[in-house]
């Protein structure tokens, strides 16, 4: 009874009234498939992407920047996953600069191929959170049909 008690005095210290803290939630999941249906991602189809064709740029002061952190678990500013499906998809996690809500990044694929991904974003004191998603100007995930995981999938 003692340890309890003396463990929620330690939690309770630990706690500081005047702290606010911030829930970001702002990934953004996509699979892509060329024109047979196949998963381009998936590393046994033929000329899949693979991370190393793939780079993420953010706007920024209204300029387009290279994204590299090597200190994070994805250092490119995305993930290559596979869901329970067999599906592989790409977890893209936006980075730049939120104004008026929005936020715009872009993917370039293979060193052509540029795509401009745009979110709008739920900006409070406590949360920032995606409610809409463009993918080269077409609207393909909204919050308010769509609730749940952020995820849609790209012919190319």
Request: with cysteine; proline share 3%; aromatic share 12%.
């Amino acid at each position: 009874m003692i340890f309890l008690i003396l463990l929620s005095s330690i939690a309770l210290a630990a706690c500081n009234e005047n702290e606010v803290s911030t829930n970001v939630d702002l990934y953004v999941d996509i699979s892509f498939k060329n024109q047979d249906g196949e998963d381009l991602l998936n590393p046994s189809t033929p000329n899949a992407l693979t991370e190393n064709d793939i780079k993420l740029y953010h706007l920024i002061d209204n300029e387009s920047v290279y994204y590299f952190n090597n200190t994070l678990d994805a250092p490119k500013g995305f993930k290559i996953l596979k869901a329970t499906n067999e599906t592989y998809y790409l977890r893209v996690f936006p980075d730049g600069e939120i104004r008026d809500g929005e936020s715009i990044f872009y993917l370039e694929f293979r060193d052509t191929e540029l795509d401009t991904i745009k979110t709008y974003n739920n900006v409070s004191a406590s949360n920032i959170t995606c409610t809409k998603i463009w993918y080269n100007d077409k609207l393909v995930w909204d919050v308010t049909n769509e609730p749940g995981i952020r995820y849609f999938e790209i012919v190319k």
